[in-house]
């Protein structure tokens, strides 16, 4: 079945420096993925996503590019906050109404 | 829309006791899902509805979890009896049904039920 394979936590960085979380999937249809976020004591929020091969999505300084050759969605920020400690998750979803498969999660700990 | 809303957010319990853990889609929302998150398993789907009806509920651990959506405003996850290893966040999660050539569906979450089964 479909999966997804994030790199394992935690991650702790300094402040602005540049951060990479790889993900990788595995599908038998050509799905859309997505990154969502988690801060602490709340839910998961959708941070961005792409739906064809080399879409890129981008928001709040971070970016991803759909890499169908890779079969990967690698998350990424030139320059990281103190308010962007928080779980990362990647996760993928075939077209047409199937739930999204998640992979588990990667904890971010930025320090000034 | 004030997003959606999960109650309650923090439950203790002791151990045989029943659980009922409650969701408030989006409005206009047509597919709900409930997700376990725990350290060691992650995130996992549960059930999730389509239209009120249960698509998929391979995700239910065991005869002990049953969930409803009786209306399109309302769905309910229940565990009875509770057992220790239930203790997770539970996450309920809501979103439109995509069309056949649209792009996935995106899920708006809830702030999670916290659960602890002593």
């Known amino acids: 079945g479909d999966s997804v394979t994030q790199m394992e936590g935690p991650v702790t960085l300094s402040e602005e420096a540049c951060l990479t979380i790889?993900?990788?999937?595995?599908?038998?249809?050509?799905?859309?993925l997505f990154w969502y976020v988690q801060y602490p004591g709340e839910g998961l929020q959708l941070l961005l996503k792409?739906?064809?091969?080399?879409d890129k999505g981008s928001n709040k300084g971070f970016e991803a590019t759909y890499r169908k050759e890779t079969t990967s969605f690698h998350l990424e920020k030139g320059s990281v906050q103190v308010s962007d400690s928080a779980v990362y998750f990647c996760?993928?979803?075939?077209?047409?109404?199937?739930?999204?498969?998640f992979g588990k999660g990667t904890r971010l700990s930025v320090i000034a | 829309d004030a997003g959606v809303i999960q109650s309650p957010r923090h439950e203790v319990t002791e151990m045989g006791q029943e659980v009922t853990l409650r969701c408030k889609p989006i409005?206009?929302?047509?597919?709900l899902f409930w997700y376990r998150q725990t350290m060691m398993r992650g995130l996992e789907l549960l059930i999730y509805?389509?239209?009120?009806?249960?698509?998929?509920d391979s995700g239910m651990p065991e005869d002990r979890f049953s969930a409803k959506m009786p209306n399109a405003s309302f769905s309910t996850l229940k565990i009875q009896p509770s057992e220790p290893r239930d203790s997770a966040v539970y996450f309920c999660?809501?979103?439109?049904?995509?069309?056949?050539?649209?792009?996935?569906?995106?899920?708006?979450f809830g702030a999670g039920s916290r659960l602890t089964v002593l």
């Open positions: 999660a809501s979103s439109l049904i995509p069309g056949i050539d649209s792009g996935a569906n995106v899920l708006t």
């Open positions: 790889n993900c990788t999937y595995t599908a038998t249809g050509y799905p859309s």
């Open positions: 792409a739906t064809k091969a080399d």
């Open positions: 996760a993928l979803s075939d077209r047409g109404n199937t739930p999204l498969v």
């Open positions: 409005s206009g929302h047509n597919s």
């Open positions: 509805f389509n239209n009120n009806v249960p698509i998929d």
